[in-house]
Nanobody, 115 residues
Framework: QVQLVESGGGLVQPGGSLRLSCAASGRIFSFYAMAWYRQAPGKQRELVARITSGGTTYYADSVKGRFTISRDNDKNTVYLQMMSLNPEDTAVYYC?????????WGQGTQVTVSS
């Protein structure tokens, strides 16, 4: 069984940066493609970025060039470096496998971009 715990969210001004972390338990983490998702108030959860076990990445158009996903398989952790944040990035951010596994959704971490 894999448990995912997100951290690193907070309140940031427009143009600011944050780095999210997702710590995974379980020995099989390194075999999974992992992803970051987000859900803004009143909107459906959407895919933000994903990374294969080998490190190939994909980004949603809305974050391309601003966000960077990475992983450290030795630490069972996946990261999301977010730069040039704007109010439209405000959401709860979740990590999960890609495709998402329903049993692995955690509490997420809130990111609020506001002046």
């Amino acid at each position: 069984q894999v448990q995912l715990v997100e951290s690193g969210g907070g309140l940031v001004q427009p143009g600011g940066s944050l780095r999210l972390s997702c710590a995974a338990s379980g020995r099989i983490f390194s075999f999974y493609a992992m992803a970051w998702y987000r859900q803004a108030p009143g909107k459906q959860r959407e895919l933000v970025a994903r990374i294969t076990s080998g490190g190939t990445t994909y980004y949603a158009d809305s974050v391309k060039g601003r966000f960077t996903i990475s992983r450290d398989n030795d630490k069972n952790t996946v990261y999301l470096q977010m730069m040039s944040l704007n109010p439209e990035d405000t959401a709860v951010y979740y990590c999960n496998t890609f495709p998402a596994t329903v049993f692995y959704w955690g509490q997420g971490t809130q990111v609020t971009v506001s002046s």
